[in-house]
C-alpha cells in the first residue's frame, strides 16, 4: 500500500478495511465518509445522459450482492479506530441505506443524528418523485466526551429578522445545501460541498483533531479539513483518483480555509446552572410584572430576562411558573 505525507495529513493508496489495521484503537476524533453507492456508480453517466469528460477516471464500485458484507467490514474498522466520544457521519443515499444502519446496528456505535441533505438538483422522473436528498447518520462512541461546539458557527444571541435563533436554525437536522457543479474542471463523481464539510467539522472537532475519511474520492473531506487546522488520514482504493488528487493535495496550506467559514458574529452567552437564590427570584418577579406592563410579547420579555439574568429560556419560564406570576397573568 502506497503512503503519502503532506503537512497535516497521511494518505493511503489502498482498500481501507485491511488498510486501517496500521490506524490505533481509539485514536480518530472524527469520521467523515461518503461510501460507494452500490448502485452501478461507474456507469451512471450511461443512464442520465451525463457529460463526464471532466469526471476523474478510476470509480471503484461494491456490487450489491457484496454491499452488505463491505458495509459490515468497514464500519467495524471505523468503530475500532474511533476514540470513546468520537464521532463519525456516514453519507449515503437510500438505496443501500438498509445495509448501513444494519451494520451500525451490530455495533456499540450510538446515533445521535439522522440528518437529511437536501441538494439542488436530482435526476429528473417522470413517474415517481424525483429523489433530492442524501442521508447522513451521525453517530459517537461511547465511553468518553463527545466534541459538540454548539456556537463554534453561530452563538444563542444571533437572531432573524423575525426573531428566530439562528442557532437553532443551523442546527436542525434537514440541511439545505447545494452542490458545488465546478463547470470544465477535474472533478469527482460526487464530491461533497465544503459547506457541508465545514458544518460538520465545525461542530464535531476542535482545531488539531485527527480526522479520517475511509472512501477519499476527490480528497473534498481531506482538503477541508487540513484548510480548517485539523490533522487528517484517509485512503482511496483507487490509484487514477489517488493519482490526480494527490499533487493538489501538497499544495494545502494548514488552516488556510479559517477565514472561508462561518463564525459567532455576536459572544455566546454563558449560562449559569446555579440554584436560584431567593433574591435572584425575587428580582425576577418584580422584572416580570414591570416588563409586563409594556407591549412586549412573552417570547421578547423572555429574551430580555435570559440577558439580564444569565439563565436559558427554561430556566426562566420554570421559576416564573413557580413564583405563580405567570399563571396569574395568562
Given at each position: 500500500m502506497r503512503m503519502v505525507r503532506v503537512p497535516g495529513g497521511i494518505f493511503y493508496n489502498g482498500d481501507c478495511i485491511s488498510g486501517a489495521s496500521d490506524i490505533a484503537d481509539n485514536s480518530v476524533d472524527l469520521i467523515i465518509t461518503d461510501p460507494p453507492y452500490g448502485i452501478e456508480g461507474d456507469k451512471l453517466h450511461r443512464?442520465?445522459?451525463?457529460d463526464?469528460?471532466?469526471?476523474?477516471?478510476?470509480?471503484?464500485?461494491?456490487?450489491?450482492?457484496?454491499?452488505?458484507?463491505?458495509?459490515?467490514?468497514?464500519?467495524?474498522e471505523a468503530e475500532r479506530i474511533l476514540r470513546p466520544g468520537g464521532s463519525i457521519y456516514i453519507v449515503s443515499g437510500y438505496t443501500n441505506l438498509i445495509?448501513?444502519?444494519?451494520?451500525?446496528?451490530h455495533t456499540g456505535l450510538e446515533e445521535i443524528n439522522h440528518i437529511i441533505w437536501k441538494y439542488n438538483f436530482g435526476v429528473f422522473t417522470s413517474r415517481k418523485y424525483v429523489s433530492s436528498h442524501y442521508h447522513i447518520l451521525f453517530y459517537a462512541k461511547p465511553g468518553g466526551k463527545r466534541t459538540f461546539n454548539t456556537e463554534?458557527?453561530?452563538?444563542?444571541?444571533?437572531?432573524?429578522?423575525?426573531?428566530g435563533s439562528l442557532n437553532y436554525q443551523d442546527r436542525e437536522d434537514v440541511w439545505i445545501i447545494n452542490r458545488e457543479y465546478k463547470p470544465g474542471r477535474v472533478?469527482?463523481?460526487n464530491e461533497l460541498p465544503f459547506a457541508l464539510l465545514s458544518r460538520i467539522i465545525q461542530y464535531s472537532s476542535d482545531e488539531g483533531d485527527l480526522v479520517c475519511d475511509l472512501f477519499l474520492g476527490g480528497?473534498?473531506?481531506?482538503?477541508?479539513?487540513?484548510?480548517?487546522?485539523?490533522?487528517?488520514?484517509?485512503?482511496?482504493?483507487?490509484?487514477?483518483?489517488f493519482d490526480a488528487r494527490i499533487d493538489e493535495m501538497k499544495d494545502i496550506v494548514p488552516g488556510s480555509l479559517l477565514?472561508?467559514?462561518?463564525?459567532?458574529?455576536?459572544?455566546?452567552?454563558?449560562?449559569?446552572?446555579?440554584?436560584?437564590?431567593?433574591?435572584?427570584?425575587?428580582l425576577l418577579r418584580n422584572r416580570y410584572i414591570e416588563l409586563s406592563g409594556t407591549d412586549k410579547s412573552e417570547k421578547e420579555i423572555n429574551l430580555i430576562l435570559q440577558?439580564?439574568?444569565n439563565r436559558g429560556y427554561w430556566s426562566i419560564e420554570k421559576t416564573l411558573k413557580q413564583t405563580s406570576i405567570k399563571t396569574q397573568r395568562g
Amino acid at each position: 500500500m502506497r503512503m503519502v505525507r503532506v503537512p497535516g495529513g497521511i494518505f493511503y493508496n489502498g482498500d481501507c478495511i485491511s488498510g486501517a489495521s496500521d490506524i490505533a484503537d481509539n485514536s480518530v476524533d472524527l469520521i467523515i465518509t461518503d461510501p460507494p453507492y452500490g448502485i452501478e456508480g461507474d456507469k451512471l453517466h450511461r443512464h442520465y445522459n451525463r457529460d463526464e469528460s471532466f469526471v476523474t477516471d478510476g470509480y471503484v464500485e461494491i456490487p450489491a450482492d457484496r454491499y452488505g458484507t463491505f458495509s459490515m467490514d468497514w464500519i467495524l474498522e471505523a468503530e475500532r479506530i474511533l476514540r470513546p466520544g468520537g464521532s463519525i457521519y456516514i453519507v449515503s443515499g437510500y438505496t443501500n441505506l438498509i445495509h448501513i444502519l444494519n451494520a451500525l446496528y451490530h455495533t456499540g456505535l450510538e446515533e445521535i443524528n439522522h440528518i437529511i441533505w437536501k441538494y439542488n438538483f436530482g435526476v429528473f422522473t417522470s413517474r415517481k418523485y424525483v429523489s433530492s436528498h442524501y442521508h447522513i447518520l451521525f453517530y459517537a462512541k461511547p465511553g468518553g466526551k463527545r466534541t459538540f461546539n454548539t456556537e463554534c458557527r453561530i452563538s444563542l444571541t444571533e437572531k432573524d429578522e423575525q426573531g428566530g435563533s439562528l442557532n437553532y436554525q443551523d442546527r436542525e437536522d434537514v440541511w439545505i445545501i447545494n452542490r458545488e457543479y465546478k463547470p470544465g474542471r477535474v472533478k469527482n463523481k460526487n464530491e461533497l460541498p465544503f459547506a457541508l464539510l465545514s458544518r460538520i467539522i465545525q461542530y464535531s472537532s476542535d482545531e488539531g483533531d485527527l480526522v479520517c475519511d475511509l472512501f477519499l474520492g476527490g480528497f473534498s473531506t481531506a482538503r477541508a479539513a487540513i484548510g480548517l487546522s485539523r490533522r487528517v488520514i484517509g485512503f482511496e482504493i483507487s490509484s487514477a483518483m489517488f493519482d490526480a488528487r494527490i499533487d493538489e493535495m501538497k499544495d494545502i496550506v494548514p488552516g488556510s480555509l479559517l477565514d472561508q467559514i462561518r463564525t459567532p458574529l455576536m459572544p455566546g452567552k454563558k449560562l449559569t446552572r446555579k440554584p436560584w437564590t431567593a433574591k435572584e427570584i425575587d428580582l425576577l418577579r418584580n422584572r416580570y410584572i414591570e416588563l409586563s406592563g409594556t407591549d412586549k410579547s412573552e417570547k421578547e420579555i423572555n429574551l430580555i430576562l435570559q440577558v439580564e439574568f444569565n439563565r436559558g429560556y427554561w430556566s426562566i419560564e420554570k421559576t416564573l411558573k413557580q413564583t405563580s406570576i405567570k399563571t396569574q397573568r395568562g
